[in-house]
């Protein structure tokens, strides 16, 4: 399991390029969570969130399904049903 230095910079890497994030960038990232062990703290949380929000209506189901598979394998709390499922009404 990394340590809290690997933890902190993950999370703020994760906030700092969050604006600029596609869909790809997401789900690479709830893969790297899964593959260390851990989940998106709150801040990091937000950031992808937000960027799942952004770019979720150009998002084609292949894009989608690989986005809800990597929130599954993170965990059911990593992604909120409503945030990952970017067909619903917010």
Request: aromatic letters at 4%; glycine letters at 6%.
């Amino acid at each position: 399991m990394p340590g809290a230095d690997t933890r902190a910079a993950l999370e703020a890497a994760v906030v700092q390029m969050g604006p600029d994030m596609y869909h790809q960038n997401v789900a690479k990232i709830l893969w790297s969570y899964e593959t260390l062990g851990l989940t998106p703290g709150a801040d990091a949380r937000a950031a992808l969130e937000a960027a799942v929000v952004r770019v979720g209506p150009d998002m084609d189901p292949d894009a989608r399904a690989a986005l809800e598979a990597a929130a599954v394998r993170v965990g059911p709390s990593a992604v909120p049903p409503h945030v990952a499922d970017v067909s619903a009404p917010a």
